[in-house]
């Protein structure tokens, strides 16, 4: 198992709610148009199991790059298909949407930079978190055996104190086994 498998789910998910939601921001400031419920957790999906897969060990940014392009690939593919059919216009949805929206070489610049700035950050991320397990496992560690070194303080043996005077039969059970220390002491029966 490697040094990530344990992080994976929350590599993943964490990447997947940050990438999706810029990408949706992006897509919808550049398009002028809302991104559809349906488009945004088809491309969810999609851009989680990119994550899971890239997230099976360490990627050298090179590959994280190439990963994200095909994830900002796969979120305007979603993204624009869902915008268009969510319109509700059927064959001609997408000239709608080109007449109001921002050339099409502006639209493909932006996901090429969100790719690269999602690939520069995962790996920056990756880096601070695993200096960060190391720094702890290294400074838990030793603590943890010292503490394991220590042996564990035995109980000592209490006396147990039994109730035969009558106040202490007509208690509630929940006070049977305390002890009052107040008043009196009992007068000893002759």
Known sequence: MTESEQCRPLRAGVFTLVCASLSAIGHTVSSGHDVPLVGLLLGTVAVLAMAWAASSRRQSPWMLTA??????????????????AGSGHDGHGGA?????????WAMIVMHLVMALVSAWWLHVGEN??????????LSLIPLLLVVGAVPAARET??????????????????????????????????
Do not use: I, K
């Open 67 to 84: 990963w994200m392009l095909w994830g900002q690939f796969a979120l305007h593919v979603t993204f624009a298909y869902t915008q268009e």
């Open 96 to 104: 709608v949407l080109a007449q109001e929206a921002m050339p099409a």
């Open 128 to 137: 601070a978190l695993f200096a960060f397990l190391r720094f702890m496992a």
């Open 157 to 190: 043996a209490r006396p147990r104190f039994a109730a035969t005077d009558e106040r202490s039969r007509s208690r509630p059970p929940y006070l049977r086994h305390s002890r009052v220390l107040r008043g009196p002491p009992p007068v000893p029966a002759a």
